[in-house]
């Protein structure tokens, strides 16, 4: 029986998580695997407990793990670097594995310059995790193990890939592991939030996009009794009450989506849902939207990413312009909190463009939109285009919020400016709506989510570069206390 402790690092970035304390729902899902072979594991979540590196290595000499093992994405695997390479440094014996996009595509370069790291499990983690922790147990040789990149002999060494996970009900949570008081979305004081997975992969192309190649473009879904059975569990046995879909496309199917809302709508758990999925599903459910509003869903975003069809086709997007707006008139109608991101920052960017691009996103009317720039993720098929702009190489600012691509006619302080201007004008002109709201429920829920963005996220720290926030605007955000 091995002890294994999964770290989620301490990094931020003050996007995602200015909205809520999110659980590493694979971490849940491969802890899963490991209980089924009766080894004792914990799950670590150093991120939203705010641990800084010295607090987290008094974690692990408390612990006194055999394993310790993180995951990572690009942004993060500095910080994914330094938990493992603490964890050398507390206790000399102990074995540091890795895994996530980021390390499967990058083994050969974590491999070669991180020498604390032991082993790299490429793609999908819960067997080939599951099979190396009882390897080393058992002090067997784990060469034969799928999915696999070490060192051997001072050279990188890559098994071969492990195919996905054919039956995905198969797969356990310990959802019993989660320390649940630590997670909550904000926008509702007092919730209990689980992510979960309802499927895996995206069928599409995106050229700036890490998971249709960590999926090799495809798709695999659980079945609707799994899924429906785990929603059940959350609610009655631990408390949640608002959860994160955390799939590409969950609704890709449309006859097992409708069932899980069918599902949900006579269940009436009281669940609010929140997910993503793209704008061509939103408009072929447009005659059961009204469903989606049932089962509790809440809040939706969709990846609009561009204003322009020829940056869409560039993108490989597969979507049209009237379809992206389209989408969003779809959501807003049904009373559902619409969000969406724009992708700023090619090489080829001006300040008219971005000027453009607010326009047109006021015209798209998200409640949310998100200005984000481009990153230059060293797997992604825009890559060899986007690399002779790369500004920096240093991974932890490859987030969507810093400045990493120069264009070629503008400073990087000058698109960082430009980005900061369309989300004060693109909230101020919100503002004005949300003002003359009637719906309350909703009122509240997107002044609550301003509050949030202005207080917790990063741009908090950019305020004073915006000047004076107009009266109206104060006298919204004190009307909530």
Known sequence: MARVLLVTPDYHCGVVESAGKWLNCGFVYIAGELLKDGHQVKIYDAMT??????????????????????????????????????????LGEVTTVIGGVHPTFCYEEILGKYTFIDYVVRGEGEVTFRELVNALQAKELPYNIEGLAYR????????????????????????????????????????????????RGCSHDCQFCSQQKFWHQSWRARSVDSVTAEIELLANKHGVDVILIADELPTKDRERWEAILDWLIKGNLGVKLLLETRVDDIVRDEDIIHKYRQAGVVHIYVGVEATSQLLLDRFQKGIATNDSKKALEIINQAGIISETSFVLGTPEETMENIRQTLELAKGYNPDFAHFLLLAPWPYADMYQELQPHIATCDYSRYNLVDTVIKPINMTCDELFAEVLKCYQEYYFYKLGQWARLKNGSKKEYVLKSMRVILTNSFITTHIPKLGKMPVKVKKLLKALG
Not at 171 to 184: M, N
């Open 49 to 90: 407990k705010n641990h800084r590196l010295e607090e987290i290595a008094a974690n692990i000499v408390r612990y006194k793990p055999d394993i310790v093992a993180t995951t990572a994405y690009t942004s993060t695997m500095p910080a994914a670097a330094e938990v493992l390479a603490a964890a050398k440094q507390v």
């Open 152 to 199: 051997s002999q001072g050279k990188v060494v890559a098994t071969p890939e492990r195919p996905f996970v054919c039956d995905l009900d198969s797969l356990t949570p310990a959802w019993e592991l989660v320390e649940w008081e630590d997670y909550t979305y904000y926008i509702f004081p007092g919730s209990r939030l689980a992510v979960i997975s309802t499927s």
